[in-house]
């Protein structure tokens, strides 16, 4: 798959890396990172912190998505969001910004302001507006995996039929094959042994053509499995994104970019997208 992109002096390419993704939750009740950065200043200096240990594209999220979140209005996830999307395109810091959002008001906000992707968790389900700002805008749509209710008759043949869906909504509202980027949506409408399942199908899934972007971070599957708190996952972290990229997922979202990097860079030469060169 050759996919390109080119801002802000940066370079996403994903047939030579496996690019890795910051996440910037700007909220006081993110399961894992929650009023850390929900301050702008604070959230800019996260920002050029993980862009220098080697993100390339931050994850701006205004509302929590935990289990049991409290939801917020358009507004006061705008005015969450906008600060920070701001400040750090006034930085000019080079790095590609997404906004984790199901609501178009906030997206049309968030791309006034200077995001480049618009990362969905409903997959345009919710709100088919943020896929015709999608194409408006030319900007990639990433459309997650999720549903209601956990229920499934035959997991993967269930999950990729609402991947398709999400697809066809896309596709009716403008948006190009090419915008179009999936994730498994691991820790949404999914028990655990759904999450283990959609893993096992990660190869499936990047066989239906679009960049994958997996998202497994400090994510309840790891906790599960491993009987870890939040603050002891890295570890499983770098387990799942391993498995992935050997799956041939082209994205991971992850808290802990330094560690994560150097999981995703140690990757990539073992599955062959970037050549290790001896030393003489």
Do not use: C
Not at 100 to 105: G, L, W
């Amino acid at each position: 798959m050759t996919q390109t992109r080119t801002a802000h002096g940066v370079t996403l390419d994903f047939s030579k890396e496996t690019v890795v993704m910051g996440i910037l939750n700007v909220t006081p009740d993110s399961f894992s990172d929650g009023g850390l950065y929900n301050q702008v200043e604070q959230a800019l200096a996260r920002a050029k912190e993980m862009v220098e240990q080697g993100a390339k594209i931050i994850d701006i999220g205004g509302e929590s998505t935990r289990p049991g979140y409290t939801p917020i209005t358009a507004e006061e996830e705008i005015n969450r969001v906008v600060p920070v999307i701001r400040a750090i395109r006034e930085a000019k810091v080079p790095v590609f910004l997404s906004v984790d959002t199901y609501k178009s008001t906030v997206a049309q906000a968030a791309l006034e302001a200077g995001v480049d992707i618009l990362n969905d968790i409903w997959g345009v389900k919710r709100d088919a507006g943020i896929a015709r700002l999608a194409a408006e805008y030319q900007v990639p749509l990433i459309l997650m995996h999720n549903r209601e209710t956990a229920t499934y008759q035959d997991f993967w043949r269930d999950a990729k039929a609402d991947l398709e869906e999400s697809v066809a909504i896309a596709r009716e509202n403008g948006v190009q094959d090419h915008q179009i980027w999936l994730d498994p949506g691991i820790g949404f409408g999914k028990n655990t042994s759904h999450n283990i399942l959609m893993m096992q199908h990660l190869s499936d899934l990047v066989g239906m053509g679009y960049p994958v972007l997996l998202a497994t971070s400090r994510k309840s599957l790891i906790g599960n499995v491993l009987k870890l708190p939040v603050v002891e996952r890295r570890e499983g972290t770098a387990a799942t994104i391993s498995f992935g990229i050997d799956k041939g997922v082209h994205m991971v979202r992850v808290h802990d970019v330094n560690e994560m990097v150097r999981t995703t860079r140690m990757m990539d030469v073992l599955v062959g997208k970037t050549h290790y060169t001896e030393e003489v």
